[in-house]
């Protein structure tokens, strides 16, 4: 069914295309065995350059701008809500970002999948992490899941299991 949807499809597509073919006059052969011909070139809308206004004045001359103070400034404002923004960002130890966990399970299995791991991708960095009683291998520290995926795909082929997780992320 797939395959019938898709021939029609293509067919359809190509139908359009060949639709939209240049400006040729169209010529057919006529029933009687006469050619028949038509430019239909005069029915498409043409396109009207701009007329620019030509003016004796000189483009050079401009009036001069008179520079105006600021009566509504909200810049004392904005600094003090940026200083206590930025106040509350210097107490963060932590962000919100992702890593890659690569296997969960026993301490053995886990220190031979990051032996298994810096063998095959030795660009990363991985660790273990014991939460009793399972031991996690873990692989790098990102700000976006975007940022993840590329590594994820390579890890992946290794091992199959590998997810991305949510993690807190240490500011320095």
């Not at 169209?26 to 350059?49: A, C, F, H, M, N």
């Not at 009566?71 to 107490?91: C, E, P």
């Amino acid at each position: 069914m797939r395959i019938l949807i898709n021939i029609i499809c293509v067919l359809a597509l190509s139908i359009l295309l060949s639709g939209c073919a240049g400006s040729k006059p169209t010529s057919t052969t006529t029933p009687q065995g006469g050619k028949y011909s038509e430019d239909l070139s005069i029915w498409r809308p043409k396109v009207e350059e701009a007329h620019t206004a030509t003016s004796t004045n000189d483009p050079d001359e401009r009036k001069p701008t008179v520079y105006m103070e600021p009566n509504v400034a909200v810049n004392k404002q904005l600094d003090t809500v940026l200083d206590s923004i930025d106040r509350i960002n210097l107490n963060r130890k932590f962000i919100d970002g992702f890593t890659i966990q690569v296997y969960s399970g026993k301490r053995e299995e886990a220190l031979n999948a990051k032996k298994t791991l810096t063998t095959s991708l030795p660009d990363l960095e991985s660790e273990i992490q014991f939460t009793e009683p399972i031991f996690r291998v873990k692989v790098g520290k990102y700000y976006t899941r975007m940022d993840a995926q590329k590594d994820f795909v390579s890890i992946k082929k290794y091992f199959p299991a590998a997810i991305i997780i949510p993690e807190k992320i240490t500011v320095n």
